[in-house]
Nanobody, 122 residues
Framework: QVQLVESGGGLVQTGTSLRLSCATS????????MAWFRQAPGQERVFVGR?????ERMFASDARFRVSRDNARGTAYLQLNSLKPEDTAVYYC??????????????????WGQGTQVTVSS
């Protein structure tokens, strides 16, 4: 059974940092690219960042964000720095294969977590 479980969200103040985690099981982790998306109330789910199966081709939609992974732990991470109120959203991790394809569309990703709420107060 495939599972992706996000954690690390919360209520923080403007300018602070958070690291979100996505613990996975049920599939061969290093065969999958991992990505993060976010969805604010009333808006579409949008791409935040991704990383290849071997840690290659990491990129994010904002220079304040960084995606990483630990294949030994089957866990992906999203580092969020200098947070702003407009970063408030539910953050989701997602997985797709093959891991070397670079995709930013939600439709490209097969597996999804349930999301973790990040709220940034001004």
């Amino acid at each position: 059974q495939v599972q992706l479980v996000e954690s690390g969200g919360g209520l923080v103040q403007t300018g602070t940092s958070l690291r979100l985690s996505c613990a996975t099981s049920g599939f061969y982790f290093s065969d999958y690219a991992m990505a993060w998306f976010r969805q604010a109330p009333g808006q579409e789910r949008v791409f935040v960042g991704r990383i290849g199966g071997n840690g290659e081709r990491m990129f994010a939609s904002d220079a304040r964000f960084r995606v990483s992974r630990d294949n030994a732990r089957g866990t992906a991470y999203l580092q969020l720095n200098s947070l702003k109120p407009e970063d408030t959203a539910v953050y989701y991790c997602a997985a797709m294969t093959p891991h070397y394809l670079v995709r930013t569309a939600t439709s490209s990703y097969s597996y999804w977590g349930q999301g973790t709420q990040v709220t940034v107060s001004s």
